[in-house]
Structure formats: structure tokens, C-alpha cells
């Protein structure tokens, strides 16, 4: 059998398919391309059973979502995280405060404390001192009391005996004489002169005298007479010759200065 024989079989071969074949074939071809579209169609247009809008199943949440409400959440503890340590801190500083707040106040309590105490010891300090110049002002007040009443007497038992200028005693006396004398009887030691007696002792005035003070006649530093006041508006001296050692009425001849001796 030659070659070009051979291919004409074949060719006969081959077109012997039946027509409804081929047709079948492109029928299907075509049939399966509607059916894919229409599939394709159906799943855009319609939920499928699977949705979670009709079957009520929890929907599966993208990456991106989740990743954020991650980040939310990291947020929002991070923010619980500094809240805690901010109340903390606040917890701390009113512990402190109120711990600063107690120690002044012990503090200031103490030193009230101490004030109280140094006052009542200033205050029992003084109260002591106020005894002590109280008993000292009796003591004092009692011995010259005592002293002033022991010149008034010596004074009393002169009168009468006469003056004699420049003399100190016993039988006779001159102005100056006469208070020496009856001064040292308690132990003061008086000037002998009249003017240097106005200035012994402290000043006082005329008008302010007590008993046992001297009383002048004449400015302090140049009296040219002395006596002794014996109370009662009533002074001792050595008057002149004429009178002698006498009692006087001091507003009969008023002095013009005075001293307090004791």
C-alpha cells in the first residue's frame, strides 16, 4: 500500500465520527463555561450557608483588626499600669506628709514643753528672789528699826548737856560732835564735819524725811549745821551755847536738805 493510499484511509477514518458527537463536545464546552459563570454569579449574589449573618456562628475577625484591638488593649493596660503607679505615688506623698505633719507637731509640742517648764522655773526663780528681798527688807527694815531707835535713845539721854564747839563727848558736844557720837553707838562712822556728813548716805527731801535721818542747813557739801530727826515734825541737836544739846520744832527753823544714813 503506497503512502497517499494509506493517509486516505484515515482521513475516511476519522470523518466517520458521528456529527453529534462534536456537537455533544461543544455543547459542553459551552454548557460547562455557563455553569462556572453562573456558580461564580450565585456566590456574589446570595450568603452562602456558611455566612455568620445567617447562620449566627462567631465571624472569623481579619488580621488587620485583631492586630489593632491588640494594640488597644496593650493601650488601655499600659494607661492601668500608670494610673496604679500615679495612685501610688500619690498614697506615698500624703504618707509623707502627714509623717512631716506629726513630727512638727511633736516638735512644737516640745518646744512648748520646754517654754512651760523654763517659765515656771523663771517663775519659782523669781518667786524665791521676791521671798528672799522680803525677808531681807524685814531683816533690814527690823535692824534699822532697831539701830534707828538706839540713836533716837542716845540722842535723848544728851539733852541738856552743853554745846562746846569741837567737842565730841561725853560731857559736851558740838553740832557734829553730837551725831558722830550717837552714829557710832551702831557701828557708822560718820564724818566729823557738818559739810562732809551732808554728803554721806543718800539725798532725800526735806519734806520726805523719817526718823533717824540727818537733816542739814545749808547746800550738801557746805552745811554749817546737822541734826537728827526724831519724828513727830521734831529735831535733836547741839544747838549753840545758849540752848546746849535740845528737842526743836522743825517749823520753827526749817532745814534745807536731809540724808538717810541707815
Keep these: 500500500m503506497s503512502l497517499q493510499t494509506s493517509h486516505i484511509r484515515r482521513r475516511r477514518r476519522a470523518s466517520q465520527s458521528p456529527n453529534w458527537v462534536?456537537?455533544?463536545?461543544?455543547?459542553?464546552?459551552?454548557?460547562?463555561?455557563?455553569?462556572?459563570?453562573?456558580?461564580?454569579?450565585?456566590?456574589?449574589?446570595?450568603?452562602?450557608?456558611?455566612?455568620?449573618?445567617?447562620?449566627?456562628?462567631?465571624?472569623?475577625?481579619?488580621?488587620?483588626?485583631?492586630?489593632?484591638?491588640?494594640?488597644?488593649?496593650?493601650?488601655?493596660?499600659?494607661?492601668?499600669?500608670?494610673?496604679?503607679?500615679?495612685?501610688?505615688?500619690?498614697?506615698?506623698?500624703?504618707?509623707?506628709?502627714?509623717?512631716?505633719?506629726?513630727?512638727?507637731?511633736?516638735?512644737?509640742?516640745?518646744?512648748?514643753?520646754?517654754?512651760?517648764?523654763?517659765?515656771?522655773?523663771?517663775?519659782?526663780?523669781?518667786?524665791?528672789?521676791?521671798?528672799?528681798?522680803?525677808?531681807?527688807?524685814?531683816?533690814?527694815?527690823?535692824?534699822?528699826?532697831?539701830?534707828?531707835?538706839?540713836v533716837i535713845g542716845f540722842l535723848k539721854a544728851q539733852v541738856g548737856k552743853p554745846y562746846v564747839y569741837g567737842a565730841t563727848g561725853p560731857s559736851a558736844y558740838d553740832c557734829s560732835g553730837l551725831t558722830q557720837a550717837a552714829f557710832r553707838t551702831i557701828g557708822v562712822d560718820l564724818p566729823r564735819t557738818s559739810q562732809a556728813q551732808s554728803t554721806f548716805g543718800t539725798p532725800v527731801s526735806v519734806s520726805a524725811v523719817q526718823p533717824g535721818d540727818l537733816v542739814f542747813w545749808g547746800g550738801a557739801g557746805s552745811a554749817y549745821h546737822v541734826a537728827v530727826y526724831i519724828g513727830g515734825g521734831q529735831y535733836l541737836d547741839a544747838a549753840n551755847p545758849s540752848k546746849g544739846v535740845v528737842i526743836q520744832q522743825m517749823s520753827n527753823y526749817m532745814p534745807t536738805s536731809a540724808v538717810r544714813v541707815l
Design 22 to 150: 462534536r456537537r455533544a463536545g461543544v455543547a459542553g464546552g459551552v454548557i460547562g463555561t455557563l455553569a462556572l459563570t453562573g456558580m461564580s454569579s450565585s456566590a456574589n449574589a446570595e450568603p452562602s450557608a456558611a455566612d455568620p449573618a445567617t447562620t449566627g456562628s462567631i465571624p472569623v475577625i481579619p488580621a488587620l483588626s485583631t492586630t489593632a484591638t491588640a494594640a488597644e488593649a496593650a493601650d488601655t493596660i499600659d494607661e492601668t499600669v500608670v494610673e496604679q503607679q500615679l495612685d501610688a505615688a500619690r498614697t506615698e506623698a500624703r504618707t509623707e506628709a502627714m509623717k512631716a505633719a506629726q513630727k512638727k507637731k511633736a516638735a512644737a509640742d516640745a518646744r512648748s514643753r520646754a517654754a512651760a517648764k523654763a517659765a515656771k522655773a523663771r517663775e519659782t526663780a523669781t518667786a524665791s528672789r521676791s521671798a528672799g528681798r522680803t525677808a531681807l527688807a524685814a531683816s533690814s527694815s527690823t535692824s534699822a528699826t532697831g539701830s534707828v531707835a538706839s
